[in-house]
C-alpha cells in the first residue's frame, strides 16, 4: 500500500469519525430582512412567539414552530435603538403587549409599550439619570403581571393601565449598597423570588422580596466579581457563571432549598463570558461565547465535558431566547440571520445515550489508533518483503556476474594456452 493511499484513507476514516461524534442541533435559519448589522431577541412567556428588533429599526414578531415573520413594523421616531446601546424587552402573551426598555442619549431610559397584535407604539414612560445594566431579563413580569425593570441604580415596579393608555411607576428601591452594579438577574415564577447578580469585590447574589422589593438574603461567591448569566434550572435550581480574565470562568449551580450548602455543581469553563444565555428551566442550558454555542446539561453533576458544541461561522451570537412549543432556543446574530436551536428532548433513554456517547468516543478512538497501527505494521511487513526480495534479487545478479567472470577467466585460460602452443610448434 503506498503512503499517500494511507494518508488519504486516514483522512477519510477520521472525517467519518467526526461526522458520527458531532452532534448537530440547529434545524434552521431565518432571514429577517435583506441585510442588517444585527438582530436583538427579547424573552417572553409565550410558548411559540418571540419578539426581535434590527440594529435598523425595525420590530418583527415571529412565529418558531413555523420559522416565519408574522409582523413587521418600524420604530416610532423617539425610541433610540442603536447597535451599541443596550435594550430589554419582554413579549406579554397573556396581555398581547410587548414591553421595551431602550437607552436616551446614553443618560435615560425609555420604557415604550407596543401592541403584540400589529407592533403599534402605545405609551411610553422616561426614567432619568439610569442606564440599562445588561440585556437579557432587566425587563419582565411577575405573576400578577407587574412589570419590573432593574436599573444600575434601583428596582422599579410599574403598572400599566389598558383604559387611560398609561404606564406609571408605582414603587422603587435602590438597589444595596455593597452592589456597584447590577450583571445579571432571573425571576423564579414558582417561588415568586427575584435572584440579583452583582458585580462587587467578590461575586454577589442577592434575593429580593417582589412585595417591596427589599433585599431577603445576600449571597458572597469567590470566584470572580460578578454573577453572569443567572438562570432557572431544573427543580427550582438556578444556575450562573462567574469568573475573571485572571480567573477560569465556573458554571454553579445550587437550589432553593439551601443555597448556602447545596451546591451540586462546580465545574470551570474555558469560554469565558458569554454574551447570552437561555434554559428550558428543566435540564439544559444554552451559552453563546461569540462564535462558539454551548449546550450544558445541569443535572450532571459530575462530568466537565458538553453536551454539545457549535460554532457560527461567519457571524456572532447576540441574543437567544426560548420557546417551550418547539423546545427551541432562538438565536440572533450581527446579521440579519437568526438560528433555531433544537434542545434535546429529556428522557431516560436520552440519557443512557449521552453516557453511550461518551463511552464509545474513547472506543473509537481506541479503535482508529489500532487501525493506524494496523496499517503502519502491514506496511512495514510490505517494505521488509519487498526489500528482502529485493536483496535476493541482488544476490542472484551478483551470483551470475561472478560465474560469467569464472566463466570468462577460464576462456581465457584457454585461448592464452593455446597460444603458447602454437608458439612452440611455429
Known sequence: MKKSNIIIFLVLFSSFLIKTIKSDFIKGFLDLSEKSNGIILYKTNSKDFLIASSFEGELFKIQVSTKSIILKSTFNDKINLLPNEKSSGFLDEKN????????LFNRSIQIS????????????IFIYNENIPFNENC???????????ISTNSIYKLKYDDRSVNLKIIQNEILPTDCIIPSSSVYNLNRNLLLLGCTSKYGTLYEIN????????????????????LLIGPKNSFSFLEGTQNYPYHLVSFTFRDIESSVYRNRETYFGKPIS??????????????????????????????????YLEEVIGLSSVYNSKDNTITISTNSSRIFFYQIPITTPQDSIQVESFFMITPLLIVLLILIIFSIKLIYSKCCKIRNDQDEDDRDEEETILKNEEISNKETNNIIEFYKGDYKLIE
Open 96 to 103: 398581547n403587549l410587548f414591553y421595551l426598555a431602550s437607552t
Open 113 to 124: 409599550i407596543f401592541s403584540a397584535i400589529d407592533l403599534k407604539f402605545l405609551t411610553s
Open 139 to 149: 425587563l419582565f413580569l411577575d405573576n400578577e403581571l407587574n412589570l419590573y425593570f
Open 210 to 229: 417582589m412585595k417591596n422589593l427589599s433585599t431577603i438574603e445576600s449571597h458572597i461567591y469567590y470566584y470572580g466579581e460578578g454573577i453572569d448569566t
Open 277 to 310: 444565555a437561555s434554559s428550558d428551566n428543566e435540564r439544559f442550558a444554552l451559552f453563546i461565547f461569540s462564535h462558539d454555542i454551548l449546550l450544558l446539561d445541569l443535572t450532571d453533576s459530575t462530568g466537565n465535558y458538553p453536551y454539545d458544541i457549535d
